[in-house]
């Protein structure tokens, strides 16, 4: 089994989340913003508690992976120094595979470095109300933190989070949990030892993903597009300076609970009959009449396959301007070659209209999987079977929460953004 280096900090804690696919028109800065709160809180409060004895950063959690950086290096990284594992239960954590993996590499990781007792490293947090009968490993321990505060174990810490009345008793949970983290580190610190690749376990939760995802490349061999390791490779380059796009879209389709495949829009035009997916285009693949009419070809009458132009300034290649204003050019047509009607979501007008930044790109990537995903059991040619009332029809394993009104967490008492 590979093996990833370690890092040269380590952290108090490592969160791990089931990550939940963004709601239709919903701003993309508010994914996951109650994660993003409570790792916040937590964080706080550990560095507060902490006696600085230990080099440690207070926690790690994967929304604050720099744009541009190796983020499955980065997050196995985290995994191989982390002092405390901290998991939020819910449905979708022991329904998804991605998170059992994470679980997975941690506790293989302490096993391997001789600790007898991998689950007391693990400070597991009740995030939200779980299926009847389900009783995963460490709930009376996620359950005991509540302390007897009401609403905890009857709706977890994100409702209280959410709702003022419990404002309070969420503070003091978040308390303890910084108690029980900076405790267990600096009672007993463990030294950052190997961790394995996160692609070579599987979750102890739930079989792999059933669902798949394929992410085309439509580029010519020497673009931007095809930077950086392959899936499996041993070598971990600086995507700060060449990112893989590819990799990335394929990391973040599988922490929503896809099987992915990666392959040249040649390979892959098969797959895209009859999977989601998005294509990856080099606007300079288009250059002659072969490339717009593959183009063409993957996407008609697939309204679930969406065409991202990403443009290589995106991928940090230089272009000298009139080189600029040609793939310009190219991109106008590949988008009034590929428009259809009616519009498709916000998001998927953006990607077919030109990505010219990398920032952007990370930002609506979650958006289109999920939109390219709601399309296939649209129009796709599945099964389709009555979802359960207050649900939505889905084609992985995890449940997700009904639809609802979106609130800011910087103002929880109400308010759409």
């Not at 649900?391 to 992985?396: A, D, F, T, V, Y």
């Amino acid at each position: 089994m590979t093996e990833v280096a370690v890092a040269l900090r380590a952290n108090y804690f490592f969160l791990s989340y089931a990550h939940s696919p963004p709601l239709a028109g919903v701003p993309a800065s508010a994914h996951d913003p109650w994660v993003k709160t409570l790792f916040s809180d937590l964080s706080n409060c550990v560095n507060v508690k902490a006696s600085r004895r230990l080099d440690l950063a207070p926690g790690f959690i994967d929304q604050e992976i720099p744009l541009g950086a190796d983020w499955r290096g980065s997050l196995l990284r985290a995994l191989s120094s982390a002092e405390v594992f901290v998991p939020l239960y819910s449905p979708g954590y022991f329904a998804g595979s991605w998170p059992g993996r994470e679980w997975a590499c941690y506790e293989l990781r302490l096993t391997n470095a001789g600790v007898r007792d991998p689950q007391q490293r693990f400070v597991p947090v009740l995030w939200s109300p779980l299926r009847p009968g389900e009783a995963p490993p460490g709930l009376r321990k996620a359950l005991d933190v509540g302390d007897g505060e009401l609403g905890y174990a009857e709706n977890g810490l994100r409702a209280m989070l959410r709702l003022a009345p419990y404002r309070d008793a969420y503070h003091r949970i978040v308390e303890r949990l910084a108690g029980q983290i900076v405790d267990l580190a600096e009672r007993k610190a463990i030294r950052p030892s190997a961790v394995p690749d996160i692609d070579e376990v599987r979750s102890p939760f739930t079989a792999a993903p059933s669902a798949v995802f394929t992410v085309a490349v439509a580029a010519p061999a020497r673009s931007g597009l095809r930077a950086g390791a392959k899936r499996g490779s041993q070598s971990q380059p600086d995507h700060r300076q060449d990112p893989s796009l590819p990799e990335y879209v394929a990391t973040i389709a599988e922490q929503l609970d896809f099987a992915v495949t990666v392959a040249d829009l040649d390979v892959a035009a098969g797959e895209l009959g009859s999977a989601p997916g998005v294509i990856l285009i080099d606007p300079r693949f288009a250059a002659d009449r072969d490339g717009l009419n593959a183009l063409r070809l993957a996407v008609s009458g697939r309204p679930w396959v969406l065409p991202v132009i990403v443009t290589p300034v995106a991928v940090g290649q230089r272009v000298a301007d009139d080189e600029q204003a040609a793939e310009a050019d190219l991109a106008h047509g590949i988008a009034d070659a590929l428009a259809e009607s009616p519009p498709r979501s916000e998001a998927a007008r953006e990607a077919l209209a030109g990505v010219s930044s990398l920032e952007r790109f990370t930002m609506l990537m979650p958006y289109l999987i999920s939109e390219a995903e709601r399309q296939f059991l649209r129009s796709g040619p599945v099964k389709r079977t009555t979802a359960p009332p207050g649900s939505r029809p889905h084609l992985r394993g995890a449940q997700l929460d009904p639809p609802g009104e979106w609130q800011d967490p910087g103002n929880p008492k109400g308010g759409n953004r």
